[in-house]
């Protein structure tokens, strides 16, 4: 059994005027809600019609987004999977050979270890052992049963991804306990099995203050120590809040997770390593203005650095709600968001600065079109992807630093995609050394949302070496259930793919975390 720990101190401001955090985030039906209370009757009502338009809210949705709901309305479908590209950074992935070299003798000074899909004789018995690689894109048969682990039939979701060097797998998101929905952090091993030294079965929950809780974002540390970000609900509002397990998942209590002074209700959605600390990047509503970035410059300690307010505004009059985040160098902070006017929905990307001093938008581009939904970024060699949803279809689009299309890429920096015929949804991503990028979502295919992991190559078009020319899509349970993606992550060790998010319907949906062959 898992153990849940309660913090007696809620690490979260709940000020005046709350923002629901919008249940866009959640997964397939009913879990943790991230809509909670009121920023006003008026307000409430219009969300939730804003919501129904959108086809959101209905939990199993081809999306796959209904929030988890323990507290108020939820609106679907969106992603935060930009702290996958964050958490990969922090945990040092590094790009295998692309090549497996020739055939070696046994050689007395090779230290064996496991042999791994790396190309590498690593049990130094002579030969590449390729019977340990999975093809490109289908399950891997040594993680968990046939490539796909669970969470030991637990009612959860993930949302977030990271794998260290050692291959363990690290994730966080929300699970279903007696008294409701609470941020949890999972530990599997690289065989993809729960490791009994994290909380003795690999499961560690947080409860705040008894209301619904959940984490979106996670930054494992080089000394086994876990943070985790999202939202916590106290007396029916939900704050910005975070947590710092121990190697052994026991809860910190010298971490300090408060945001800062002034911020009001919210949610992070991202945590990027930044130096010795972590910048937190999410969205806040401040009392009688529209919801706006937040970014926040913490200490190793949780402590918060520079700014006092730790707002970022683009000078919007509608509100914005982030999805994603990326470091770009330089205290640099990439956002993917939503900005919010009526029923309608327009991408926004914005690039700010956090650097411990002072936080300031120095840029933003709006998406070319109000259809388009921005619901992850990460950073590559040369600027940013991010991916969403457009009328419907998958959206790639590649920038470069300055926000301009990369006009290599795609169709002049933009790529839509018809998946599977029904409504498919990107909501996170990962770059892979080659300049490679890997898409997790969802696929609407006969009614039923499939689990999506789809791989495009450099220069934007589906990868014919990856699954069914380009892509994966995965089925739960029989008959197939509705399943989506959230995050993903790439093994230092291998460059696997390994990817997280929930299947299934509200009384029963369970977390799934796969791994699958490069």
């Given at each position: 059994m898992?153990?849940?720990?309660?913090?007696?101190?809620?690490?979260?401001?709940a000020l005046a005027g709350c923002l629901p955090v919008d249940g866009d985030d959640a997964g397939v039906d009913g879990g943790p809600t991230d809509a909670v209370v009121d920023r006003g009757m008026a307000d409430a009502v219009a969300d939730a019609a804003a919501d129904a338009a959108r086809a959101d809210a209905?939990?199993?949705?081809?999306?796959?987004?209904?929030?988890?709901?323990?507290?108020?309305?939820?609106?679907?479908?969106?992603?935060?999977?930009?702290?996958?590209?964050?958490?990969?950074?922090?945990?040092?992935?590094?790009?295998?050979?692309d090549a497996a070299p020739a055939d070696a003798a046994v050689d007395a000074d090779c230290p064996p270890s496991p042999e791994v899909c790396n190309g590498f004789d690593d049990d130094c018995d002579g030969q590449v052992?390729?019977?340990?690689?999975?093809?490109?894109?289908?399950?891997?048969?040594?993680?968990g049963a046939g490539g796909t682990a669970s969470l030991a039939g637990?009612?959860?979701?993930?949302?977030?991804?990271?794998?260290?060097?050692?291959?363990?797998?690290?994730?966080?998101?929300?699970?279903?306990g007696a008294a409701g929905w609470d941020m949890l952090a999972a530990r599997l091993t690289a065989?993809?099995?729960?490791?009994?030294?994290?909380?003795?079965?690999?499961?560690?929950?947080?409860?705040?203050a008894g209301g619904p809780d959940q984490a979106f974002a996670l930054l494992p540390g080089g000394d086994?120590?876990?943070?985790?970000?999202?939202?916590?609900?106290?007396?029916g509002r939900a704050a910005p809040a975070l947590a710092r397990l121990s190697a052994e998942g026991l809860p910190d209590g010298e971490f300090a997770g408060a945001p800062a002074a002034g911020v009001a209700s919210g949610a992070y959605r991202a945590l990027l390593a930044q130096g010795d600390g972590f910048v937190g990047v999410g969205d806040a509503r401040p009392q009688g203005r529209p919801t706006t970035e937040l970014v926040v410059r913490h200490g190793a300690d949780g402590a918060v650095?520079?700014?006092?307010?730790?707002?970022?505004?683009?000078?919007?009059?509608?509100?914005?709600?982030?999805?994603?985040?990326?470091?770009?160098g330089d205290g640099v902070v990439a956002i993917a968001a939503l900005l919010e006017d009526g029923a309608d929905d327009a991408g926004l990307f914005a690039v700010a600065q956090a650097d411990g001093a002072a936080i300031q938008a120095i840029r933003d581009v709006d998406a070319m079109s109000t259809r388009d939904r921005f619901l992850a970024v990460a950073r590559t060699a040369n600027g940013f992807v991010l991916v969403g949803e457009t009328a419907g279809d998958l959206l790639?689009?590649?920038?470069?630093?300055q926000g301009s299309p990369v006009a290599a890429f795609g169709d002049q920096g933009r790529l839509v995609l018809d998946v599977a015929g029904g409504r498919d949804v990107a909501r996170g991503v990962v770059v892979q050394p080659d300049g490679g990028v890997v898409v997790v979502g969802s696929a609407e295919e006969e009614g039923v949302s499939r689990f999506l992991v789809l791989r495009l190559t450099a220069a934007g078009a589906p990868d014919a070496t990856f699954g069914d020319q380009g892509s994966t899509l995965l089925d739960f349970g029989a008959p197939a259930e509705d399943a989506v993606g959230f995050g993903v992550a790439l093994d230092p060790r291998t460059d696997q793919i390994v990817a997280v998010g929930a299947a299934g319907p509200a009384a029963s949906r369970h977390a799934v975390i796969v791994r699958l062959g490069r």
């Open positions: 898992s153990r849940k720990w309660v913090h007696g101190v809620v690490a979260a401001l209905a939990p199993g949705d081809a999306g796959g987004d209904a929030a988890p709901t323990d507290a108020a309305a939820s609106d679907a479908g969106d992603h935060d999977a930009g702290a996958d590209a964050g958490s990969d950074a922090a945990l040092g992935d590094a790009a295998p050979a052992d390729e019977d340990t690689c999975a093809a490109a894109g289908a399950l891997d048969p040594t993680f637990r009612v959860a979701e993930l949302r977030s991804v990271g794998v260290d060097a050692q291959g363990r797998v690290w994730a966080a998101g929300s699970l279903r065989a993809g099995e729960p490791d009994a030294t994290f909380s003795e079965d690999g499961l560690a929950t947080v409860d705040f086994g120590r876990v943070v985790l970000a999202g939202f916590a609900t106290t007396n650095m520079g700014s006092a307010t730790g707002y970022v505004s683009l000078g919007q009059a509608a509100d914005v709600r982030v999805r994603g985040a990326a470091a770009g790639v689009e590649h920038l470069d630093a």
